[in-house]
């Protein structure tokens, strides 16, 4: 399967139907494949070849699917950094230097670009194209599939990867393919669908959602602007029915709902994933918006989700049973658990096997694909229900090891804090002791609460803990933040920064707080 066909099969009489609207004006499906054919035919003329790799500088609009479509029906290999709206200029000169592409096409206007030819080798192939420029030949209306097959390591995606170190995870067109069917499937999309852009092309919700709307002859909505807080009023305005937002981007998304009162009555389906998402969120959220709501877990590796919490599981209420539910594995890999010989209570390591696997990842001294050997270990620790759901406890490199011996996972430890009303940010950490006597955990958190006293911030976190937790999984110290803690561009926040931060003196013991029944 290839990308390029997930439109051309579109229905005879689809050209005048609307297929993108954006902030400056609407394309019907008639436009936009006018415009791969003309950036196919462009792609050509300036010496791209079937087979050749090139790094692509996108604006997250209409012309990077345009170009993802025309580099399909080319044959050609795209790298990109994953799910970076903005990449610094030293960012983009690395990659470059490290992949030493054949041509670097940017889809971007102004001075970054000129910044970036006068960084890079004299050598360096830069072409720009506009698949929407008026002097575009009229003549030229046929999509010509130069490469049939579907190409290997279509996506080289630059990412933290699951180790914390820079990885290049390299996908198929073939999983790209699969995985846009089956989410969209999961997610209902429709011919009658009107489905908002809300992730980027280099992350796994924007291929996966432009090119879904496509497969399913729907429409697809950009926003205007990625001011979160304003998108409840696009919502509206588009009568959306289908989106997916991470749980930062939500929160502000629900923030704006409730100071604006938009009416999201048009939402179907709303999809969230790539971390947890508090209790509180999560049920508020869907007071504000009564749809169907879907949990996707996945990788990077994987391209997209491949487990499941649907609107069923919501109104069985599975994320209150567990903290970290993210339902059943669908029928796209095969996942079981590795337990090391230290496992205790059934908690092993995610691994998986199957074709819904990446290629494997991009080696950048050979320049050679390493593919997977027979297990992908995903590193995160989880267990399965006896309903066979994956219950995920937390990343293996995250993990802190107490003074007692028992392992805290700080995603665990996090869950529980964010359901307290007053905290806005939560963060657990592991602080080098005196004399290098092992690590301390510390859960970090700011919001209200983190004004109180130290007497009223102790008994409330006790109580929060003594709830769910065990008192051998608490962590020893609160560190109360005034400010908020610093982010990254992705809104992660950065752990070496708090660190930084962190007053010892401000800490607040909790192994001596009584607990509050």
Same mark, same amino acid.
């Given at each position: %399967?290839?990308l390029i066909?997930l439109?051309?099969?579109? #229905?005879d009489?689809?050209?005048?139907?609307?297929?993108?609207?954006?902030?400056a004006?609407?394309?019907?499906?008639?436009?936009?494949?006018?415009?791969?054919?003309?950036?196919?035919?462009?792609?050509?003329?300036?010496?791209?070849?079937?087979?050749?790799?090139?790094?692509?500088?996108?604006?997250?609009?209409?012309?990077?699917v345009? +170009? %993802?479509?025309?580099?399909?029906?080319?044959?050609?290999?795209?790298?990109?950094?994953?799910?970076?709206q /903005?990449?610094?200029?030293?960012?983009? !000169?690395?990659i470059?230097?490290t992949?030493?592409?054949?041509h670097?096409?940017?889809?971007?206007?102004?001075k970054?670009v000129?910044e970036?030819?006068?960084?890079?080798?004299?050598?360096?192939?830069?072409?720009k194209l /506009? =698949?929407?420029?008026? /002097?575009?030949?009229?003549d030229?209306?046929?999509?010509?599939?130069g490469?049939?097959?579907?190409v290997?390591?279509?996506?080289?995606? +630059?990412?933290?990867?699951?180790?914390?170190?820079?990885k290049a995870?390299?996908?198929?067109?073939?999983l790209?393919?699969?995985?846009?069917?089956?989410?969209?499937?999961?997610?209902?999309f429709?011919?009658?669908?009107?489905?908002f852009?809300?992730?980027?092309?280099? /992350?796994t919700?924007?291929?996966?959602?432009?090119?879904?709307?496509l &497969?399913?002859?729907?429409?697809l909505?950009?926003? =205007?602007?990625?001011?979160?807080?304003?998108?409840? $009023?696009?919502?509206?305005?588009?009568?959306?029915?289908h989106?997916m937002?991470?749980?930062?981007?939500?929160?502000?998304?629900?923030?704006g709902?409730?100071e604006c009162?938009?009416?999201l009555s048009?939402l179907?389906? %709303?999809?969230?994933?790539?971390?947890?998402?508090?209790?509180?969120?999560?049920?508020?959220?869907?007071?504000?918006?009564p749809c169907?709501?879907?949990q996707?877990?996945?990788?990077?590796?994987?391209f997209?989700?491949?487990?499941?919490?649907?609107? #069923? #599981?919501? $109104?069985?209420k599975?994320? *209150?049973e567990?903290?970290y539910?993210?339902g059943?594995?669908?029928?796209? &890999?095969?996942?079981?658990?590795?337990?090391?010989?230290?496992?205790?209570?059934?908690?092993?390591? !995610?691994? &998986?096997?199957?074709?819904?696997?990446?290629?494997?990842?991009?080696d950048?001294?050979?320049?050679? !694909?390493?593919p997977?050997?027979?297990?992908?270990?995903t590193?995160?620790y989880?267990? +399965?229900?006896?309903?066979?759901?994956?219950?995920?406890?937390?990343?293996?490199?995250?993990?802190?090891?107490?003074k007692?011996?028992?392992?805290?996972?700080?995603?665990?430890?996090?869950?529980?804090?964010?359901?307290?009303?007053?905290?806005?940010?939560?963060?657990?950490?592991s602080?080098?002791?005196?004399?290098?006597?092992?690590n301390?955990?510390?859960?970090?958190?700011?919001?209200?609460l983190?004004?109180q006293?130290?007497e009223?911030?102790?008994?409330?976190?006790? =109580? $929060?803990?003594?709830?769910?937790l065990s008192? *051998?999984?608490? @962590?020893?110290y609160?560190?109360?933040?005034r400010?908020?803690?610093?982010k990254?561009?992705n809104?992660?926040?950065?752990?070496?920064?708090?660190?930084?931060t962190?007053?010892?003196k401000?800490l607040? @013991?909790i192994?001596?707080?009584? *607990?509050?029944?």
């Amino acid at each position: %399967m290839k990308l390029i066909w997930l439109f051309q099969s579109a #229905d005879d009489g689809m050209d005048n139907k609307i297929a993108f609207v954006t902030p400056a004006r609407t394309y019907t499906y008639a436009d936009i494949c006018k415009a791969v054919a003309h950036t196919i035919h462009a792609l050509g003329r300036l010496g791209v070849r079937r087979g050749q790799q090139v790094v692509l500088i996108p604006e997250h609009d209409e012309s990077a699917v345009v +170009f %993802m479509a025309a580099a399909s029906a080319v044959g050609i290999q795209i790298v990109m950094p994953y799910n970076l709206q /903005n990449a610094a200029i030293p960012e983009w !000169v690395n990659i470059i230097q490290t992949v030493k592409p054949d041509h670097v096409v940017y889809l971007r206007q102004g001075k970054a670009v000129e910044e970036l030819q006068w960084a890079t080798a004299e050598d360096t192939h830069f072409i720009k194209l /506009n =698949a929407f420029a008026e /002097n575009n030949c009229a003549d030229i209306i046929d999509i010509i599939v130069g490469s049939p097959d579907p190409v290997e390591n279509f996506l080289v995606l +630059f990412t933290s990867g699951t180790t914390g170190k820079a990885k290049a995870v390299s996908v198929s067109e073939s999983l790209v393919c699969k995985r846009v069917a089956s989410v969209s499937k999961q997610l209902k999309f429709s011919a009658d669908a009107r489905i908002f852009m809300s992730g980027l092309i280099n /992350n796994t919700t924007g291929v996966i959602f432009s090119f879904g709307a496509l &497969l399913h002859n729907a429409t697809l909505v950009f926003p =205007a602007g990625r001011v979160i807080e304003q998108w409840p $009023q696009q919502v509206e305005h588009h009568r959306i029915t289908h989106m997916m937002l991470r749980p930062v981007a939500l929160r502000r998304f629900v923030e704006g709902t409730r100071e604006c009162g938009d009416d999201l009555s048009s939402l179907r389906v %709303m999809a969230y994933g790539a971390a947890a998402l508090p209790k509180k969120l999560l049920e508020e959220a869907r007071a504000l918006i009564p749809c169907e709501w879907v949990q996707g877990y996945g990788l990077s590796e994987t391209f997209g989700p491949f487990c499941w919490l649907t609107e #069923d #599981d919501h $109104q069985r209420k599975l994320y *209150e049973e567990y903290i970290y539910c993210v339902g059943r594995p669908d029928d796209s &890999l095969d996942i079981s658990l590795h337990f090391s010989d230290v496992s205790e209570n059934s908690v092993g390591e !995610v691994v &998986l096997r199957g074709a819904g696997l990446m290629e494997g990842y991009f080696d950048l001294s050979s320049g050679q !694909v390493q593919p997977v050997v027979e297990f992908f270990h995903t590193g995160d620790y989880g267990h +399965f229900s006896e309903n066979g759901e994956l219950i995920l406890k937390g990343r293996i490199s995250n993990t802190i090891l107490s003074k007692n011996g028992h392992r805290l996972y700080p995603e665990e430890v996090e869950s529980v804090i964010a359901g307290i009303a007053d905290v806005k940010e939560v963060l657990l950490l592991s602080i080098p002791t005196a004399n290098n006597l092992g690590n301390t955990p510390v859960v970090c958190i700011y919001g209200p609460l983190a004004q109180q006293s130290d007497e009223v911030i102790g008994q409330v976190i006790s =109580a $929060q803990l003594g709830v769910q937790l065990s008192k *051998e999984k608490w @962590p020893d110290y609160v560190y109360p933040s005034r400010f908020p803690f610093p982010k990254s561009v992705n809104d992660k926040i950065i752990k070496a920064e708090v660190l930084k931060t962190i007053d010892v003196k401000a800490l607040i @013991p909790i192994s001596v707080m009584e *607990e509050i029944s």
